[in-house]
């Protein structure tokens, strides 16, 4: 199969190189960003446990070493840092948040950080979202260029020969092959991430609300 592939892969022309290389170039991409995210949010999951042990420490600064610890992903710590530090009176003193109550500033500060770590989880989604959505139009291409390659053969010397048509209908073949082994991997990473995204960002909020509700009362 594999020498077949490469027989059809000297017989294209330019444009056929063309949406090939596009395709592997999409395929390489994708692949490494799905083993990164991948990888990053195993970590983030190992450490979602730990937001059950976090308010069982005796004090805040315990609860923020053992969370410290746990979290090496470093999401449910920053958003814990954040509103530890917002909190902080002797942090507020000489800034304008010094004439603000505690839960305004508690709000803002927890808002903002959610904001960013939406914006870090959501990071590379929207590409995999691209790439399944237009890798099997892209191999489409090279299909619709296959036969108008064999069309063109024909055309031009008037009569209809198997072997004159076996390369260009072969090499469209596995344009469209092609093109859906790099949407498929690039969807399911799409749908699973994007799931996994929902989890750790209702967690994320709860957690915010939680400290919000503690800090403020402290």
């Given at each position: 199969?594999?020498?077949?592939i490469?027989h059809?892969?000297?017989q294209?022309d ?8 596009l ?14 995210k ?10 979602a ?5 976090f308010w ?9 070493s053992?969370l410290?610890?746990?979290?090496q992903s ?38 903002q ?10 990071t ?16 489409l291409?090279g ?15 008037g ?15 596995i ?44």
């Amino acid at each position: 199969m594999n020498s077949a592939i490469a027989h059809y892969w000297e017989q294209a022309d330019a444009m056929g190189h063309l949406v090939g290389w596009l395709l592997l170039l999409m395929s390489v991409l994708s692949w490494t960003l799905i083993l990164m995210k991948a990888w990053s949010f195993w970590r983030i999951r190992k450490a979602a446990p730990a937001l059950h042990t976090f308010w069982r420490a005796p004090s805040m600064a315990d609860a923020l070493s053992s969370l410290r610890q746990a979290d090496q992903s470093k999401v449910f710590i920053s958003l814990a840092e954040a509103a530890h530090a917002a909190s902080d009176a002797t942090q507020r003193s000489a800034t304008l948040s010094a004439n603000t109550g505690l839960s305004e500033i508690l709000t803002r500060s927890l808002r903002q950080e959610l904001q960013g770590l939406t914006v870090r989880l959501e990071t590379g989604l929207s590409f995999l979202a691209s790439v399944g959505a237009t890798a099997p139009f892209v191999g489409l291409l090279g299909t619709v260029w296959g036969i108008y390659r064999a069309l063109t053969a024909i055309s031009s010397n008037g009569l209809v020969q198997i072997d004159q048509l076996a390369g260009p209908v072969g090499e469209a073949l596995i344009m469209t092959a092609l093109g859906l082994l790099v949407a498929i991997p690039a969807v399911l990473a799409y749908n699973a991430f994007n799931r996994i995204n929902r989890i750790t960002l209702a967690e994320l909020d709860g957690f915010a609300f939680d400290l919000h509700a503690h800090m403020s009362k402290s």
